[in-house]
């Protein structure tokens, strides 16, 4: 809590004209990756969730990609390749029309190794997203303690909401569901809570 508060009075004093586009990455049919029963998207969301009401509570302007784990789809979108396709549209659609936008998208990450652990914050080539990729990188660091040695990194063009952005875009892989203590730790509130208050941070530094 103790850390909250600082993000509050530091939002104060910092308080940003930008509109925080924040994205659970996947939901609905796509539940992202998966690691025994742990699923990306339910802890992607959960993150999300608290992060919006963070940056709420510093009075800062939010809009969330989804805040549910169901997603409506259309009818004619009837297999999963159309059921992701018909969502990266929606969200893209979303970040093009919010003024002032500045897309944070929250994921997990999966790797072979199980040993390998850590939060990793990836930047779009847009204007303005690497900068903000290495403060939200060191907010990070600083809150998950020295173990968390990951640098900010270039995203591959593969990710379609992350290559049309225009605004500044950053993606934020919080920690790998394949290493069981890190998957462990995500799952609880407390984890999360000191996930969001580090993005918050980093985002309104
Ligand atoms: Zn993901």
Redesign the pocket.
Known sequence: MRLLAFTLALSVLLQSPVRWIVDA??GGADG??VAGTII?SGI?LDIALKLEAILGLCGESCVLTRSTDEINYPEYADTLRKKKSFDSNSRVKLIAGTDNGVLVSI??NKFSQSRVSGAQVFYAKSDGSRELAEKVQYALEQTLGADNTKQAAKIPDTVYIMRTAKCPAILI?CGYISNPLEAQRLQTEAYQMKLAVAIALGLVQ
Do not use: I, L, P
């Open positions: 990455g996947h992202g990756a990306e992607n994921h997990q892989e």
